[in-house]
């Protein structure tokens, strides 16, 4: 047993019938009609509550949340820029760890969250999140993957699925779209020794609330990499996103689990696959590719799928009814 | 009690800044600041000081941290220079912006290239325009003294900004002083717990670091500035009081031999030591030479300044940085002072000259030179800058 395993012995999930009525992301915020992005800061924002402090990267979710003199935050929040949020986290960590210590302020059981967009996460923010992860603090990263720089105007990130048309990877008569393999960031975090990782998508809201909450009882870093559509991005229907999400976990183009202090846990089998061109389909800036592409990308998904079973250790029995 | 001791200045600051009762240190290590941080992360292992000591993987991450841990509520210490100062820069802004009173020490260091690790004013010059407070020390004692006033100045309610206590690399943080550390229950006394106006709080949340549209984007910088204006007279207020407290007496701007001098060296930190010196043996000589020193770069003390080298008809200043812009524009401590000269319609001639680059030595006579290279010009004669003890 681990630390995290350890803290997790008595869990308690949500279920439809126990769901916080909390919302500390309060409606009203700025973001594109449809976007998946905000439901997954929704869900994931109230299993943790407003016992926490939030720290966000600049991006959609910082933008959309509080323009001054408006604020759809309920938890005190903080923003300072793109490619730190890990590093200030560990900032307001530390202080409520020494306040705490020294009797300053009596607040021992306040949740540290730090989110950022692919873009923050992956390329730019990366070094401050490894340090963070590195170091210990406890505290929770969500990366809210897009799949794209889109606050700025949906440019490529590492985090773009290859194939991908963006502004910065435009298909063109030379060029099928990203020409490069998604960057796989929960693997990166598993590969620090966090003791909680998990993957999560708010078309599956119950596996990514209980995901989150598990995040917030483990003492240590925990990563969490939440699948997040962007019509806005994507060119699909403002009515699609959490159909494209749900698709992009049944064609095992991201699947669901957790990595408990190192053990891997799938989340949902996926028993019957969908081929990825259903995912495909909806979204217009998989528009151009070709049947050559498509197959080459059906191909690297199953056999990623097939790497990732090898270290699962159990899979998740219960099934969520929804 | 307080002590005298002897003790390198680096290990004395740190000590200084342990007794203030930090909570949170988050730094990075550079060369010449290494022995600041590594004595802070000692006296928190040895358990004299009660701190988190947050060893980030970069001087980006230690700024990022600061502000994370000041916006908790939570007294906050950094220290960097040179390369380090660069790479945190882009945060810099951000701390003042939110209004954080971090107290940074920077042990002055040229910027790269060539990669240089020995003392010139480059970082101090960077950071001029980030809405910081900047005091500058000359002694090790005044190091001391500084970081102790940073936290003192940066958390008064009036001021609420970020203050950058810059002191010369290896020549004041290398170096064995005697020097006064004051006593915890006079620091105590001095300096009361920091009660921040508003802080990260689950209790009585707040959105820090919101999005500034067209609309009020000018109204946040109009009031920041404000407050970098408006914190002259209380660092001067606060200077007072330390000097009763202490016994240790500091000024915005401060004079050596200046009252009835025809010739006056503008300068910042160390070398004041060798040009007081010079000014000494120039004195002896008969000749009317004295020293005004810039001991707070922001907010600049213009009107203190000027009177204090009103009555010259020669400046010598002293540039420790090369600011690039061209042949026709000065270095940044002469561009402030012109300013303020051309405000007062007031013309006296003015030298401005580049020296100790990356370590380069600044000596008696190179101060003898420019004293000599002022008085003997004729009006108009003189370049907007030049160099001194260079090769060409
Ligand atoms: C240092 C820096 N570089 C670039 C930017 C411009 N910028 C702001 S947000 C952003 C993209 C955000 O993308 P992501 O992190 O994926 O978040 P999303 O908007 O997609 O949710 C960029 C490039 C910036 N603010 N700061
Ligand atoms: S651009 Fe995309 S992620 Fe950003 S607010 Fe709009 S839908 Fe959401
Ligand atoms: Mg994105």
Redesign the interface.
Same mark, same amino acid.
Do not use: Y
């Given at each position: 047993m681990g630390i995290a395993s350890d803290a997790l012995k008595n869990f308690k999930g949500f279920n439809l019938k126990n769901l916080p009525e909390v919302e500390p992301v309060s409606p009203g915020h700025r973001a594109c009609q449809g976007c998946g992005e905000v439901l997954a800061l929704r869900q994931a924002m109230k299993a943790i509550g407003?016992? *926490? %402090?939030v720290?966000?990267a600049t991006g959609c979710m910082?933008?959309i949340t509080?323009?001054?003199?408006q604020?759809a935050?309920? @938890?005190?929040?903080?923003?300072?820029?793109f490619?730190?949020a890990a *590093? %200030?986290?560990?900032?307001?960590?530390?202080?409520?760890?020494?306040?705490n210590?020294?009797k300053?302020?009596n607040?021992p059981n @306040?949740i540290f969250v730090a989110y950022g967009g692919d873009g923050a996460t992956a390329d730019i923010g990366m070094?401050?999140l490894?340090?963070a992860l590195?170091?210990g603090h406890n505290i929770i990263y969500f990366c809210f993957d897009n799949e794209a720089y889109m606050n700025t105007g949906i440019q490529r990130s590492s985090s773009t699925p290859f194939g991908a048309s963006t502004t910065t990877s435009p298909a063109g008569k030379k060029s099928s779209g990203q020409s490069t393999w998604k960057k796989n960031m929960a693997e990166i975090a598993v590969a620090h020794g966090a003791p909680y990782v998990a993957t999560a998508t708010p078309a599956f809201p119950i596996d990514l609330m209980n995901k989150v909450k598990k995040a917030s009882l483990v003492p240590g870093p925990a990563y969490i990499h939440i699948y997040s559509p962007c019509p806005t991005g994507w060119r699909c229907g403002i009515d699609e996103s959490i159909e494209i999400a749900r698709l992009a976990v049944q064609s095992k183009v991201f699947p669901l689990y957790e990595v408990i202090d190192g053990e891997y846990y799938l989340s949902r089998k996926v028993a019957k696959p969908k081929p990825v061109t259903e995912y495909f389909k909806p979204q217009r800036r998989f528009r151009h590719l070709t049947d050559a592409e498509v197959q080459y990308i059906q191909g690297r998904v199953d056999e990623n799928y097939e790497k990732l079973l090898k270290k699962i250790v159990v899979e998740d029995k219960k099934k969520e009814k929804e | 009690m307080s002590k005298q001791i002897g003790i390198e200045v680096s290990l004395a600051v740190a000590e200084a800044v342990g007794l203030c009762d930090v909570?949170?240190v988050?730094a990075y290590p550079i060369t010449p600041q290494t022995h600041i941080v590594e004595h802070l992360s000692e006296l928190v292992a040895d358990g004299h000081l009660?701190?988190?000591f947050?060893?980030?993987?970069?001087e980006?991450?230690a700024m990022?941290?600061?502000?994370?841990?000041?916006?908790?509520?939570?007294r906050?210490f950094t220290s960097t220079c040179s390369q380090g100062y660069a790479l945190m820069s882009?945060?810099c802004y951000?701390a003042s912006a939110?209004r954080l009173p971090i107290v940074m020490a920077v042990a002055n260091r040229a910027l790269s290239a060539p990669i240089n690790i020995w003392n010139d004013h480059a970082d101090l010059m960077y950071a001029r325009d980030t809405g910081w407070i900047q005091l500058i020390s000359e002694s090790g004692q005044e190091a001391v003294d500084m970081s102790i006033l940073g936290f003192r100045i940066g958390e008064d309610k009036r001021v609420l900004l970020p203050v950058q206590v810059n002191l010369d690399g290896f020549t004041l943080s290398h170096f064995i002083e005697p020097l006064t550390i004051p006593d915890a229950a006079d620091i105590k006394k001095f300096l009361p717990?920091y009660k921040p106006a508003l802080?990260?709080?689950?209790?009585?949340?707040?959105?820090?670091?919101?999005?500034?549209?067209p609309d009020?984007y000018t109204e946040a910088r109009k009031a920041q500035d404000e407050a970098l204006k408006a914190s002259k007279p209380i660092i001067a207020e606060i200077f007072k009081e330390f000097g009763k407290q202490f016994g240790r007496h500091y000024n915005l701007v401060e004079s050596y031999k200046a009252e009835d001098a025809e010739t006056i060296i503008v300068i910042m930190g160390s070398i004041a030591q060798t040009a007081m010196t010079a000014v000494d043996h120039l004195r002896s000589q008969g000749k009317k030479v004295g020293i005004v020193r810039l001991r707070v770069f922001r907010p600049f003390p213009g009107a203190e300044l000027f009177n204090a080298i009103k009555g010259a008809k020669n400046l010598v200043i002293l540039d420790r940085v090369k600011s690039f812009g061209g042949g026709e524009i000065s270095g940044p401590v002469a561009l402030e002072i012109k300013s303020v000269l051309y405000d007062k319609q007031h013309h006296p001639k003015v030298g401005n000259f580049l020296v100790g680059l990356g370590g380069r030595d600044v000596t008696v006579q190179n101060f003898e030179e420019m004293v000599e290279r002022v008085a003997s010009a004729k009006i108009g004669d003189l370049p907007a800058y030049e160099f001194i003890n260079v090769r060409e």
């Open positions: 407003t016992n *926490a %402090v720290c966000s910082e933008i509080s323009p001054f003199p604020t935050w309920r @938890t005190p929040w903080l923003h300072v820029a490619e730190n *590093a %200030v986290v560990s900032g307001v960590e530390s202080a409520f760890k020494a306040m210590r020294k300053i302020i607040q @306040t070094q401050a490894s340090g590195e170091r | 909570d949170v988050a009660d701190a988190e947050v060893p980030v993987e970069s980006h991450s990022s941290a600061c502000i994370g841990s000041s916006a908790a509520g939570a906050t882009e945060l951000i939110l717990p802080r990260l709080d689950p209790d009585n949340p707040a959105t820090l670091g919101p999005v500034g549209m009020i």
